[in-house]
């Protein structure tokens, strides 16, 4: 467990992810704003939150693996890809981050654009995409804030489950896997081999 | 025949492509709805589905191919890409997978969004892309949903042949051709080479 | 000049070129339509038109190229990358193509919808992109056909001219230019090795 | 410092950051005129904005970089990337092509059209991205010009320091630092190195 927390390159990877959600919430939750001038379509909010993300897992993707999301940080512990410490504090550095986009944002929006939607928005739906905008205006008690943390989470968990353990497995003593786990697993032998093997088995090729 | 479908990789194809039509159609289908706050346009319904589909693709390819549509399947037998038995299974995985994913769709959306468009796209055009919502309304008598199983079946059987046998066509004993669409032929010699000398034919060099 | 002509090759290449402007064609003008139920934006037809050549590019780039437009092909021949013979009938082609488009679309959409629009682009507008339909309404007297022929031709010449002779040029003697103009020259060694010097060239390096 | 000014291929990529800072501002800034047709929408804007860019430094990358814009090549600059001669000359070329492509703008868009936002645009927002066409109508009196030039400048040099010093680093000696700066150094070898070494850790693996 000492031996991957203690090295430069965690740092600058948990520094990364608290970099990389605070710009995503920024552009995000601003693409979502009640504009005065036009109100964003959704296609235009939805836009926003994709090519955010595509440009930031291009941008950090090679230095933390750009998560972004918790959901998607605590799949990959599930499926056995990264360390606890390493889940841990990419947690604590998304939430953080999170909260330091939408403050910035709540610092330089004009009250009655930030008073409408990004309060809403940060209280109510924290996890949510965007494509979850279009969904009909809550019925008169509104969704609780843990389905926006149950949900994904548990859907990412899913599906690294199915992926890493079902559709795409790879072989691994017992003792690996925990090493893996507790962050002490020796880096650059396997995840080299490991990603040559992944590289192969992802080229399409006819099946 | 015995020898392809009794793999665990053949398992895993076919239920990809379960879980990827499924999952085309609900993005697909649902960004079709009429959501009473915003109607989505027609550039917004082309990009869920084109977008939906290119990361299937990427996500996919690579375990099935990622046809996620009859056509395309049916396309690739008559191409002599794949055997008999691996294109009835997709195909029957791709209808469980769509019925799935409409089912889906009909029970999460309120009955108003769903009453509308859902039901009519799913009985009316059931393999029709997104772009053929811009067709003018439909004369009195609608078209058949014949139309949506053998027009795309056509197309992709005319051009699978078009471009396997003229445009890109490769040299290949029978009994190897029938050996393919039995589901015998040995895949990992001959698809490695295939794939090597395709791979060189697709680079991009001047003509 | 008869070396290249008469190659199969050559005869698939030149198909590919009608096919694509055919497909071209029927896809952008059929997304410029006046279409009843929902006029198309402006933002719409500008993507149609982008997409559908990014689309072509990729499937049928590595057969002929992927020209689409007479002024692509003849700015090819003036940055002598192909052979004269194969630029005239690429032109052939293409016109062919973009005619059999029209005509189709013509035929497959009714009435009411192809009289505004279709008719009106196929006469003043064929080698128009789409974002020229930006363009105010044209004065009184309807520019010239002939814009459509010498502005896209002189201007991608020019390009080509510019970017072969001058950002990206590579020697070679005269008499070898003079053999890639009629279709005479060896095709294996010569792009074999200038794919691989345009290639490294072309790597996105720090200057 | 004479080494690199003198040669052709510098000469060439000051060119071309001329010509492609010309035709990004051409297009960015026409598709934000208010066309009588139809006003554009922010969306459409920002697609142009972002697709011209991006079409830009695929084309033009391997000759120049591709930078396009003053705060990106004094951010280079700052980042120990690029000489200072190469800087300075960049940023003229710049300059006078963002100056070219909104004269030639205004020469060729009639006068309703380009009296409103195209003058507007280049005199108060000169380095504004698209996103900025969102922000509500400025307060009484208008944000300084100078806002536009601080702010991109600083940014960009901001994330230039944090990726090539901390995030990135690499160990070089301040004499080959210098001389970077200088133009002295000795590109082939170094840049070589640089590069693969660069591509090496900027390849997608998981942490």
Known sequence: MRKEVLTLAFARAVFVEFLSTLIFVFIGLGSALKWPSALPSILQIALAFGLAIGSLVQAFGHISGAHINPAVTIAFLVGNQISFPRALLYVLAQLAGAIAGAGILYGVTPANTRGNLAVNAVS????????????????????????????????ACLASLLY?????????ALSDRLAILRGTYEPEDDWEEQREERKKSMELTPP
């Open 124 to 155: 109510a739906r924290p996890c949510s995409s965007a494509s979850s905008s279009a969904l009909p205006p809550p019925p008169p008690p509104p969704p609780e804030p843990s389905v926006f943390w149950v949900g994904p989470i548990l859907g």
């Open 164 to 172: 890493f353990y079902v559709l795409v497995p790879y072989c691994m």
